[in-house]
């Protein structure tokens, strides 16, 4: 586990590699956001990251996000990156900022139902399998364009773009590759004009790749072991 003053210099150091890359893409100042990834970190890492001014946070899971959201001040952001089971989704509330991994019909339809009792709306992203990786979620690409037709049936659930995770065993060309298939399929399906959707977030890039991610057109970026280091 890194000290507290390791926290605030390695997010200095992430926070420089983001403005580089934001540069190098000749993109506007500001339109990445980093979100600083806390699965299995202790509150106390978090508590660091605040103090010197990070605010956006994201888990994986939603009993860590239950149990280390109350130990931090109300302006911070909370995102939900992991792969969210049904079952979890009566724990959520207004809190959540974003839930990057809406990843079948079922979940649309219980965040909607979850959404319609507690009068909530939930803003996410559709995940999406770009690399056709068997070990990761999301729907193939092939696939998006029904399920965001969709959404305009399901009041409570907002789509605001699309996520991906890279492949483990991808080349930095293939990974780069990929985060420009996903910006290209944002693209074109943001001309669409679906009821319920506004593709404006893409949600890729970690540790290893977020650079890549920011040059392909990434909007967020969920970077933990870089700031906390290895996980607990």
């Known amino acids: 586990m890194l000290t507290s003053s390791g926290i605030e210099q390695r997010l200095v150091e992430v926070r420089q590699r983001i403005d580089r890359a934001v540069a190098r893409s000749n993109r506007d100042p500001g339109s990445v956001r980093l979100l600083a990834v806390s699965k299995t970190q202790p509150v106390s890492a978090?508590?660091?990251?605040?103090?010197?001014?990070?605010?956006?946070?994201?888990?994986?899971?939603?009993?860590?996000?239950?149990?280390?959201?109350?130990?931090?001040?109300?302006?911070c952001e909370w995102h939900l990156v992991g792969s969210l089971q049904t079952n979890k989704v009566k724990y959520l509330d207004q809190s959540v900022s974003m839930i990057h991994s809406l990843d079948r019909s079922?979940?649309?339809?219980?965040?909607?139902?979850?959404?319609?009792?507690?009068?909530?709306?939930?803003?996410?992203?559709?995940?999406?399998?770009?690399?056709?990786?068997p070990a990761k979620a999301g729907f193939m690409p092939e696939e998006v364009p029904d399920f965001l037709k969709l959404i305009g049936d399901y009041p409570h659930v907002r789509v605001q773009g699309l996520m991906t995770?890279?492949?483990?065993?991808?080349?930095?060309?293939?990974?780069?590759?990929f985060f420009r298939q996903l910006r290209v399929l944002r693209d074109?399906?943001?001309?669409?004009?679906?009821?319920?959707?506004?593709?404006?977030?893409?949600?890729?890039?970690?540790?290893?790749?977020?650079?890549?991610?920011?040059?392909?057109?990434?909007?967020?970026?969920?970077?933990?072991?870089?700031?906390?280091?290895?996980?607990?």
């Open 106 to 133: 079922s979940l649309l339809k219980t965040l909607n139902a979850q959404g319609e009792r507690c009068g909530i709306i939930w803003t996410t992203l559709v995940q999406v399998n770009i690399a056709r990786d």
């Open 46 to 75: 978090l508590e660091e990251a605040y103090r010197v001014g990070q605010r956006s946070f994201a888990e994986n899971r939603v009993q860590e996000w239950l149990e280390k959201a109350p130990s931090l001040e109300n302006d």
């Open 188 to 232: 074109t399906l943001q001309t669409a004009k679906m009821s319920g959707v506004d593709l404006r977030e893409l949600s890729m890039g970690m540790s290893g790749d977020f650079e890549m991610a920011i040059e392909e057109g990434a909007t967020l970026v969920r970077v933990g072991r870089l700031i906390f280091g290895e996980r607990g």
């Open 165 to 177: 995770i890279g492949a483990l065993e991808a080349s930095a060309a293939e990974t780069k590759g």
